[in-house]
């Protein structure tokens, strides 16, 4: 059984930063694409960041470039990102994603957390 466990959310002011995190069991860690999507209120939801299995090809959404950064650690089967220099429309539910196929981990993930809220105030 497939889980993913995101944490590391809350309630930030504009300009603000939080690192959220995205712990995942039953699956072979290291073998999965994995990834953030978001979605805010009355919005559907949206790919944010994406990173390979292996660490060294990155991907991000338009709105986020410059201020997100998403990494991993196999060794700890954690995936991460930092958001800094938040802004409000930043708020949504952050969800972890992962999928064996790299041609989908942007689009439609196989498996799906059950997301962290970040709130950012202005």
């Known amino acids: 059984q497939v889980q993913l466990v995101e944490s590391g959310g809350g309630l930030v002011q504009a300009g603000g930063s939080l690192r959220l995190s995205c712990t995942a069991s039953g699956i072979t860690f290291r073998a999965y694409h994995m990834g953030w999507f978001r979605q805010a209120p009355g919005k559907e939801r949206e790919f944010v960041a994406a990173?390979?299995?292996?660490?060294?090809?990155?991907y991000y959404a338009d709105p986020v470039k410059g201020r997100f950064t998403v990494s991993r650690d196999n060794a700890k089967n954690t995936l991460y990102m930092q958001m800094n220099d938040l802004e409000p429309e930043d708020t949504a539910v952050y969800y972890c994603?992962?999928?064996?196929?790299?041609?989908?981990?942007?689009?439609?993930?196989?498996?799906w957390g059950h997301g962290t809220q970040v709130t950012v105030s202005s």
């Open positions: 994603v992962t999928a064996r196929n790299r041609a989908i981990i942007t689009t439609s993930p196989t498996y």
């Open positions: 990173i390979s299995w292996g660490g060294i090809d990155t």
